[in-house]
């Protein structure tokens, strides 16, 4: 146990010696742009470590992570205004090149039916 406790504590020292750097803190930002954008895995880990490795930075980290997801966000929405107008045709045609018409019309009613408990159990089934 006490082997485990000592490869925990190296990491957790390794990781906040990383996030300590210049070069983890400038690479947040454009992370955090690209989350709120397209990246479908949250900052906050990132952010968590820099500020346990800079503790007296932590206001000027947070509201920097903060003002780059805003406008990741900002710069989402603006990509959804300018291809959302196209998008829902090619969303209507998604089911007929990915998979037969019929089957997804039975996938969205069993949805409507049984709800997250359909995406649950056909986690768990074998196509």
Known sequence: MTSLWRLCREQYDRI???AGTALAERLMMPFAVLE??????????????TVLARP???VRLTAGCT????????IGWALG?????????????????????????????GFV?????L???GAFTPL
């Open 81 to 109: 205004g300018v291809l959302g107008v196209g998008i829902e045709e090619i969303l209507a045609m998604l089911p007929a090149a990915i998979a037969a018409p019929e089957k997804f019309t039975a996938v969205q009613a």
């Open 67 to 74: 003002i780059a997801s805003v406008i990741g966000g900002g």
């Open 16 to 18: 906040l010696r990383i």
């Open 36 to 49: 709120s954008v397209i990246i479908p895995i949250p900052v906050d880990p990132l952010l968590v470590a």
């Open 113 to 117: 039916e049984f709800g997250m408990l």
């Open 119 to 121: 995406v649950f159990i």
């Open 56 to 58: 007296a930075r932590w």
